[in-house]
C-alpha cells in the first residue's frame, strides 16, 4: 500500500473550502440571534449560543495554526468578549482569516500524523480536523434549536 497521502474524494483546497462554507453557515446563524437571546437564552442544560461561538472561536484558529506548525496553545475558551454580537461577529471573521492564512501551511502528508491538539486531543491530524469541523456542525445544529425556539427562521443549512 502507498503510503503517500493522495486525495481520493477530496484535496486540501476543497477541504477548506469546505469548512469554510460550514463556517459561512455558522456565521449566519449568529446573525439571525437577537443580541440578548445569542449570550442569554438556553434550553435545558445547553449553554447560550454564543458561548458555544466562542468555543468555535478558541479551535478553530489556534487550531489550524497547530495542524500547520505543529505548535499548540493551551486551549483558551474565554475570550472576554463581553455581550456584543458586533465583536463576537468580528473575531470569527478573523478567525476565518486565520484559516486562510495558515491552513494552505499544512503539508498534506502531515495529515496522517498523529497530533496531540491543545495538550488534550490525541489523533491523526486529519480527524483532529474533522473534529472541528463536526463540533461546529453540532454547536450549529444547537443554534439551529434556539432559533426555532424563539420562532425564528434559521439559515437554510443546505445553503454553504
Not at 134 to 155: M, T
Request: with cysteine; hydrophobic share 40%; glycine share 6%.
Amino acid at each position: 500500500m502507498n503510503t503517500k497521502t493522495q486525495a481520493l474524494v477530496i484535496n486540501p483546497v476543497q477541504l477548506k473550502e469546505h469548512w469554510q462554507g460550514h463556517r459561512s453557515l455558522t456565521r449566519r446563524v449568529i446573525e439571525a440571534f437577537p443580541e440578548k437571546q445569542l449570550f442569554h437564552f438556553t434550553l435545558g442544560e445547553m449553554r447560550p449560543f454564543g458561548q458555544m461561538v466562542e468555543e468555535l472561536i478558541a479551535i478553530a484558529g489556534p487550531g489550524v495554526k497547530g495542524l500547520a506548525t505543529g505548535e499548540w496553545a493551551k486551549l483558551d475558551e474565554n475570550l472576554q468578549l463581553g455581550e456584543d454580537k458586533e465583536k463576537l461577529l468580528e473575531v470569527w471573521d478573523q478567525t476565518t482569516e486565520e484559516i486562510e492564512r495558515w491552513f494552505p501551511q499544512i503539508d498534506p502528508e502531515k495529515f496522517e500524523e498523529k497530533v496531540i491538539a491543545f495538550d488534550q486531543y490525541e489523533d491523526k491530524a486529519y480527524c483532529t480536523l474533522f473534529y472541528f469541523i463536526d463540533n461546529e456542525i453540532h454547536h450549529r445544529g444547537q443554534g439551529y434549536v434556539y432559533l426555532r425556539a424563539l420562532g425564528i427562521v434559521p439559515p437554510n443549512f443546505w445553503e454553504r
